[in-house]
């Protein structure tokens, strides 16, 4: 597979309930993010890896729990999350250091019940 | 705070018909700036970037937009539009902090296009 990668593609979850989201890049990078977009809002950066480093935590609530095991995955980590969590999750990826083009995956839509 | 602005919500437009999408967005040092587009049922996908140099830059598909400092503007124009062309349009800015390892992306909330054949 080329690009970004992200699984599932749709999830639908209880509130009680914990998950995961994963993304993958196969395009060298080393700066992955997190982005949530939901209707009507710009996207919002959740979180940023640089280097397998979390570099920036967008106040985030702790529900949500991110993890770069390699520069090439990304997780997201989902448990107790609330109804208005229901988004579209986009990862990305671009080079670090640099200014340089984010490249997105096709993000997983997430439903919360 | 930095911000992005993208004038309209949702423009309606007949097929040939001219396009001009504004950005603009509140930051005085030094930016690089970007438009996505997102297809009906597809992901986020690069139309163009500015990053320095010729101010007036072309992207994929006809595209092409204008930096202005002075107005602190990059907006997206197209001279004919295309029923293909119905999209969401996201003009997105990276604002450079100088030495950190990321690029933190700031994006407007988009521009719907609906093109009429």
Known sequence: ?113 | AQSVSQHNHHVILSEAASLELGCNYSYGGTVNLFWYVQYPGQHLQLLLKYFSGDPLVKGIKGFEAEFIKSKFSFNLRKPSVQWSDTAEYFCAVLFNAGGTSYGKLTFGQGTILTVHP
């Open chain 1, 1 to 113: 597979e080329t690009g970004v990668t992200q699984t599932p593609r749709h999830l639908v979850m209880g509130m009680t309930n914990k998950k995961s989201l994963k993304c993958e890049q196969h395009l060298g990078h080393n700066a992955m993010y997190w982005y949530k977009q939901s209707a009507k809002k710009p996207l919002e950066l959740m979180f940023v890896y640089s280097l397998e480093e979390r570099v920036e935590n967008n106040s985030v609530p702790s529900r949500f729990s991110p993890e770069c095991p390699n520069s090439s995955h990304l997780f997201l980590h989902l448990h107790t999350l609330q109804p208005e969590d229901s988004a579209l999750y986009l990862c990305a990826s671009s080079q670090a250091f640099t200014p340089d083009t984010q490249y997105f995956g096709p993000g997983t839509r997430l439903t919360v019940l």
